[in-house]
């Protein structure tokens, strides 16, 4: 079995959602995930989670010796332009690896090996997206001619240099207009055609495969993982799968199972709700207003109704005002 470390870059607080990720972590003993973090270590953590102390300061001073340029990094977000470099500047972490990879933490993983087949291992860059590099979870072969892919691309020392985050571990931002390229790929163009800010590493793979790039480099791109939930929708984690139990959605049947549950979109909802359980159980479900243990289900209607109540509430006497009185001060 491949050696696979995923690192996670983190700068500031654990967020609250910390500990469902690193429970889900535990049923993928086989995998390393190294958080590199000036954040608190948690008491109690799976053995396979090893954190690595690094503040913001200190890998600013990393990025200028490893690559004699200076950032001007100051965000979390921002962080994430560096993943496509994490091969150059935590080589000595990786060592004896044969892949490296990074995901986010606003997520719930399943048995990762389960969606890694023969010709995924033997590919060098692999993708759970199959329209472009997934930032939520990607691996990278640990070798030279892929560590220093970055290297393919115009912008990269524009990337390292610039405040501004460029999406550069994805699919990149655009010239004018819409910030993120996404939708305009998922329509089917390509991304070769659209009028980029910055090469990203996508753009780099794309000219790999249409072979604009001569390189023996190996892609693997197919779509595993689970974005939002429509309200029809309702998963099932279980020690280490994620399954979905109810839907009426043709692309996303009862029974499809995912490499992860990517809550981006749900945490963002005022009715979404993360449990606050001393002890996270090894089955539990998710639906688009949180979390719910087992015995829960028989009144799933009603807890929904009431954290849509509620979120409706904070709307109404919280943001709303707050829209109102910046529209009155012309903000």
């Known amino acids: ?43 109690q953590l799976p053995s396979n989670i090893k954190f690595i102390e690094l503040n913001l300061t200190d890998f600013k001073k990393l990025v200028e010796a490893k690559t004699e340029i200076i950032s001007k990094v ?13 091969g ?8 004896g690896y044969d892949f490296w990879g990074h995901c986010d933490m606003d997520l719930i993983l399943s048995n990762v090996f389960n969606f890694l087949p023969k010709e995924a291992m033997e590919s060098d860059i692999v993708s759970m997206k199959k329209e472009w590099i997934s930032g939520s979870f990607a691996l990278y072969r640990n070798i030279e001619a892929v560590n220093s892919l970055y290297l393919q691309s115009k912008d990269w020392k ?20 819409e910030a993120m390229a996404y939708h305009y790929i998922q329509n089917g163009k390509p ?4 009028d980029s800010e910055v090469e990203s590493i996508t753009h780099i793979v794309e000219k790999i495969k249409v072979k604009i790039l001569d390189l023996p480099i190996r892609i693997y791109q197919k779509t595993c993982i689970k974005e939002s939930l429509s309200p029809d929708m309702l998963l099932k984690y279980d020690k280490g799968e994620i399954t979905m139990v109810e839907s009426a959605t043709k692309n996303h049947p009862i029974g499809s199972k995912y490499l992860h549950y990517h809550y981006i979109t749900e945490k963002k909802n005022l009715w979404f709700r993360f449990p606050n359980w001393a002890q996270i159980p090894d089955v539990f479900y998710i639906d688009d207003t949180g979390f719910y243990r087992e015995e829960e289900l028989s009144k799933r209607a009603q807890i929904r109704s009431k954290r849509k109540m509620e979120g409706n509430l904070k709307y109404w006497t919280r943001v709303f005002p707050k829209k109102v009185f910046k529209k009155l001060l012309g903000k």
């Open 1 to 43: 079995m491949a050696k696979i470390a995923i690192i996670i870059h983190y700068i500031g607080k654990l967020p609250e959602f910390f500990g469902l990720f690193a429970h889900s972590c535990s049923y993928i003993p086989n995998i390393d995930f190294l958080v590199i973090t000036d954040a608190k270590k948690p008491e």
């Open 158 to 177: 524009q990337i390292l240099e610039d405040e501004k985050y460029y999406r550069f571990d994805e699919c990149g931002t655009m010239m004018e207009g």
């Open 74 to 86: 100051n965000t979390g977000y921002k962080l994430c332009d560096f993943r496509p470099f994490y």
């Open 191 to 194: 991304i070769l055609d659209l």
């Open 88 to 95: 150059l500047l935590f080589k000595e972490y990786i060592e």
